[in-house]
Structure formats: C-alpha cells, structure tokens
C-alpha cells in the first residue's frame, strides 16, 4: 500500500534528482530511500525511474505519478491546515441567538470584534424572545445567547457583557421628563411601571422586583414587554415609565431617558452556554468579553 511517507519521498528524490541530496535533505538513509522508491513501483507495478551512472530521469509513469502525488501532498496540507483552523476556533460555525434589547446594546461591539478576528467562522444570527432562546440553547440549535439577564439553570453557565447605565423611560410629557441629571429610584414609587414578562426560570422580572423593594416600595405594574423596544412603545403611548438600559443604539422619539443614580441597580446583559457543551468559536467569542 502506498502511504504517505512513500508521496513525500518520491516527490523529494525528483525535485532534487539525486539520491543521496533526497535522502539527507528527508534525514534517512540513502538505502532506506532506494527501498522506498521500490516499493512504490513494485505496487504500483511500474517503472517510474531510469537510473544511468551519470543522471536519472523519470519515465512517463514517473511523471504521472510525481503530477498527482504533489497534488495529493497539496490536498493533505489543506486538510491539515483546515483542522488546526478548526481546532482553534479559526473556522467552522458559530449559531447566536439574542434579545431585541441585547442587540441594541453592547453586543453588536461583540460580535463585531469576533468577525474581524474570525472571519472564516460562519455566524447564524436568530432573533427570539428570551424563553424561546433558553429552550433553542438546551437543544442544541444555538451555541450561545445574549439576553438581559441571568438564567436559572445549574446546566448552562454565564459572562456578563460591560454594564450599560441603568434609565428609566419617561414619556416627553411626564413630570420628571423636562429636569436633568440623574433620578433616585425612590422618586418613581408611585408610578406605574412596565416590566419585563416573568419566565419561570429567568431572572429579569424577579431582579427588577428585588430592585424597587430595596429601593423602599412595591412596583405598580400593569404592563408587561419582552423587549426594551416594547417597554419603549408603551411609555410613547404615555401608559407607563420603564427601567431599562440605556442603549447607545436607539433614540425614541417622543420618551425621555433619565438615569438612575441608585448604585445598586444589576441589570447586567449576559452571555450564556451550556456549560459541558462549548465549542471553540463559542469560547473564543466569551473571551473577547471583557
């Protein structure tokens, strides 16, 4: 059988057309070479040499198979080359799913950085509510997720993105719209707020909850939004105030943002995975995260 080992040795002993200068140039014997060489014709039952005392030259055979053996060499080098690629996360796919919030955040700066470094890495992008992407995460149909906020789940693991400001959204009209500089959470106690729709195993609504109360008062709230875009439609139509983040790209018109000067706000965006289950385009996206 030819192996390898026999494309390489043969391809060398014709680029230098001498035995001994083949044999060191591949550090082996010069009888080890010559046994090589006759392997390869003996299976493949033709002469691909003509040895003279003075020069060698290769017979019509020969010429074929020193064609096809440098592209087989070749295809083997792409191969290789395409693993280690792979291995380190250099190509394959990457499948990310988000929140209408989180990509009006910091994470389009995410992805962005991983496309520059990554650019052989195929990236599918779906846009879902949060329980849609948990339940698209445990499956397997994503590789990982941004969402607003941390997930329950002793199976999946998590990296916070930079922290935006915490805002609250204020229609043009309101009372608190038209002064500057940053609000206490206490002051909109007796609002009405809208709030992040409660999933049973996602953090958002509960942390807003924990929030107000730390703040001295339970949260009024009538309205319920899956997306910061939601939340921002409902406090246009002058029905509601919403705490969210402040996010770098949108400007509603008609809602006032005003920040929130309590220090102890957590409303961190989060990537999440499956813990025993991350690919390596996967993590080299989380470490780009700082």
């Not at 680029?15 to 014997?29: D, G, P, R, S, V």
């Not at 996360?89 to 990509?103: N, P, Q, W, Y």
């Not at 957590?266 to 996967?282: H, K, N, Y």
Request: hydrophobic residues 45%; proline residues 6%.
């Amino acid at each position: 059988m030819i192996e390898v080992r026999h494309l390489k040795y043969f391809v060398a002993l014709v680029n230098e057309m001498h035995f001994t200068k083949a044999a060191q140039q591949l550090h082996i014997a010069q009888p080890a070479l010559s046994q090589n060489i006759r392997q390869i014709e003996d299976e493949l039952g033709a002469k691909l040499l003509v040895r003279t005392h003075r020069e060698m030259s290769l017979t019509p055979a020969g010429r074929a198979f020193y064609h096809e053996a440098c592209l087989a060499l070749q295809q083997l080098e792409r191969v290789q080359t395409a693993v280690r690629r792979a291995m380190r996360g250099e190509a394959g796919s990457l499948a990310i799913g988000f929140t209408v919030t989180t990509i009006l955040g910091n994470l389009p700066q995410v992805l962005s950085r991983f496309k520059d470094a990554y650019p052989e890495v195929e990236l599918t992008v779906r846009e879902h509510a949060v329980d849609t992407l948990i339940a698209m995460l445990r499956s397997g149909q994503l590789d990982i997720v941004c969402v607003d906020s941390g997930v329950v789940d002793a199976r999946l693991d998590s990296k916070p993105l930079s922290p935006l400001p915490m805002v609250v959204a204020l229609h043009g009209g309101h009372r608190l719209a038209a002064e500057g500089g940053p609000i206490r959470l206490a002051e909109l106690a007796d609002e009405t707020f809208i709030l992040p729709t409660p999933y049973k195993e996602y953090t958002l609504y509960d942390m807003f909850l924990r929030t107000c109360r730390d703040a001295g008062f339970e949260p009024k709230c009538k309205y319920f939004a899956d997306s910061a875009l939601g939340g921002i439609g409902l406090v246009a139509a002058n029905l509601a105030v919403d705490l969210m983040h402040e996010l770098p790209n949108i400007r509603p018109h008609g809602v006032v943002w005003r920040r929130i000067s309590d220090p102890q706000v957590p409303l961190q965006m989060q990537l999440v995975w499956r813990r025993d289950d991350v690919s390596t385009p996967a993590r080299n996206l989380i470490a780009m995260v700082d």
